[in-house]
């Protein structure tokens, strides 16, 4: 940590003229799209053309673009320090946006390459029950995946509707893989549902892997969308909160979220029951 320190010290400045300037910030997100003219500029920022060429003009001494015949171009050292802002941003507003959300429940499994990726849930929106609605985020949940085409998903917790729901889906030809919680495995094998769960795993369409622990954390990743849920910093797992988001950069996480705890899964197959 004292060599981040050392590094805030060597580079205070630098960020203080990133931060501080919401026209410069503003411009270096725009010219990642395309390299534009100080006209184009002003009129999407929303300000005075003298104001986007002093902006410019600090910018072009940093070395962060310059100008040509056709308008600003970002330089290489530019395009890096805009996409990190704009991560920075979309960080903020993923907590901003559902601060208590962030606050209450236990981020300790999600892990950290994921978390440095937060942003792309900045859109999310946090479905929740109400006192006349106790069942609106599971409604919908189970509404949403029946239009599934694929699925893969985190199982920590068990609802009985989960068999009916899923062998239903692989019928239909839906791709599935979900990683299981010790405890949902046990519930899972037992009398009531080991028959129907050995029917599933002899399905081409449908895969199951065992985690070594228990995972505090319950998600299912479609073609089209991601349902992510936590639990709360007490240890219990919170039912009535359902963070939805139907944007591609969101779903993408979800996968790569699903593909870490499948790395580290057991694959089961029907002779494994």
Do not use: C
């Not at 985690?211 to 009535?240: C, P, Q």
């Amino acid at each position: 940590m004292n060599d981040l320190y050392k590094i805030y010290e060597e580079i205070d400045e630098e960020l203080k003229f990133l931060t501080t300037s919401g026209v410069r910030i503003k411009m270096l997100a725009s010219l990642l799209e395309a390299p534009k003219t100080s006209t184009q500029l002003k009129d999407e920022i929303g300000v005075g053309a003298s104001t986007v060429i002093h902006s410019a003009r600090d910018l072009e001494k940093e070395g962060l673009l310059i100008e040509k015949a056709d308008g600003y171009h970002l330089t290489g050292a530019g395009k890096i320090l805009a996409y990190k802002l704009i991560d920075v941003i979309t960080t903020i507003r993923t907590v901003a946006g559902e601060k208590e959300f962030w606050i209450n429940h236990d981020i300790s499994d999600i892990p950290p390459e994921l978390i440095l990726k937060i942003g792309a849930l900045a859109n999310a929106k946090i479905i929740r029950d109400t006192p006349t609605n106790l069942m609106r985020g599971l409604s919908l949940y189970f509404k949403l995946i029946r239009k599934a085409k694929e699925m893969r998903g985190i199982s920590s917790i068990f609802h009985p509707k989960f068999p009916d729901v899923i062998e239903k889906l692989a019928e239909r030809g839906v791709e599935m893989e979900f990683v299981v919680t010790p405890n949902v495995f046990n519930t899972l094998t037992q009398s009531k549902y080991k028959k129907r769960l050995i029917g599933l795993l002899e399905r081409d369409n449908f895969s199951l892997y065992l985690s070594e622990k228990e995972i505090k954390l319950a998600f299912t990743v479609t073609d089209f969308v991601l349902s992510f849920a936590l639990y709360f910093t007490d240890g219990n797992f919170d039912n009535s909160q359902d963070l939805i988001s139907y944007e591609e950069e969101a779903i993408k996480w979800g996968r790569e979220l699903f593909e870490y705890y499948k790395s580290k899964a057991k694959p089961i197959s029907a002779e494994d029951i």
